[in-house]
């Protein structure tokens, strides 16, 4: 197999005819022989029915589908397509078209200069509001100073990487999935392709402000320290303001006739309040995904593959 795309779905009913006649085009003109797989993540729509359907009456493109056994999330979802691909190349691609696969072409060819992953740049974002426009610019950023690892800004799980760097990947064991950042972490020869990202082509997004925000988190949590350092500061300010404060409760008590108020009082309570709880929280989410990962569960559970009848 020359070339595998592996798209994780989720409740994609309505855009998954579109998605499959654009899939197949582009497989279509490549002129190599390509396997699509489909990995249904918990539907509770027809999608898993159309993937059978679509898998039954493949011609030409292999089409695979895997069901997984529950919503287990988009990175395991994708990462259990990636197991399961078996093609020299393989492209990731997300099942609402904003990432056209139109570019697998153009990918392949600079993959051809030497390149073992490229990846999609998003230079534009049709389609969504000034919000997550904003926030999305200044999270990438972000992630970047503060991780250890030079993860590309602007970026998602759309790329096209080499077999020698995927069976790499597939050796990562971890439960925290932050795949574009694991393959940033892989290293090797990486190049950005620029493209315009595109709106939705039906349906509504997967990831709502919630589970953006706790994307967001499970960047910061795999790739940096930093958070904890940043616990060590407060914890240090703290005690140099508490310091402060006791310097100026002598000096009030042995030179001006103070009469303790209860506003100071509030004032300082609260605030070394918020920063042990804000210290403990940040120690919670990372002994949080320590016992996670020290339960050595499996990433995901398949329950059906259409294609476990074939040799």
Not at 209 to 225: V, W
Not at 278 to 304: D, S
Request: aromatic share 10%; proline share 4%; net charge neutral.
């Amino acid at each position: 197999m020359d070339i595998s795309i592996v798209i994780p779905c989720y409740n994609e009913a309505e855009v998954f005819e579109q998605l499959l006649a654009r899939v197949s085009a582009v497989a279509a003109t490549i002129g190599q022989n390509c396997e699509v797989i489909f990995v249904d993540d918990g539907s509770t729509d027809s999608t898993w029915a159309q993937i059978e359907t679509a898998a039954k009456a493949a011609s030409g493109t292999a089409i695979v589908g895997l069901k997984l056994a529950r919503n287990h999330g988009h990175q395991k979802a994708l990462t259990a397509g990636l197991a399961r691909a078996q093609g020299a190349r393989v492209l990731m691609l997300d099942a609402d078209l904003q990432d056209p696969p139109e570019l697998l072409p153009d990918m392949l060819a600079m993959m051809d200069q030497g390149y073992d992953i490229v990846y999609g740049r998003r230079c534009h974002r049709a389609g969504e509001g000034w919000f997550k426009k904003a926030s999305a610019r200044l999270y990438y950023r972000l992630l970047r100073r503060m991780s250890d690892v030079d993860i590309p800004v602007d970026t998602g799980d759309f790329r096209l990487v080499n077999r020698k760097v995927l069976d790499k990947f597939l050796q990562m064991p971890e439960q925290g999935r932050y795949v574009r950042g694991m393959f940033a972490w892989l290293g090797h020869r990486q190049i950005g392709l620029e493209y315009a990202r595109e709106p939705r082509a039906a349906g509504t997004t997967k990831y709502p402000l919630r589970a953006m925000i706790r994307f967001a988190a499970d960047g910061l949590a795999s790739f940096s320290t930093l958070p904890l350092r940043f616990a060590t500061t407060l914890a240090v300010l703290s005690l140099l303001i508490a310091a402060g404060l006791g310097v100026y409760v002598l000096v009030s008590w042995l030179f001006f006739s103070a009469v303790p108020g209860w506003a100071s009082v509030l004032l300082a309570t609260s605030f070394f309040a918020g920063i042990q709880l804000l210290t403990l929280g940040i120690m919670g989410e990372y002994i949080g995904r320590i016992y996670i990962e020290v339960k050595n569960r499996p990433l995901y559970l398949v329950e059906k593959d259409t294609s476990a009848d074939e040799p």
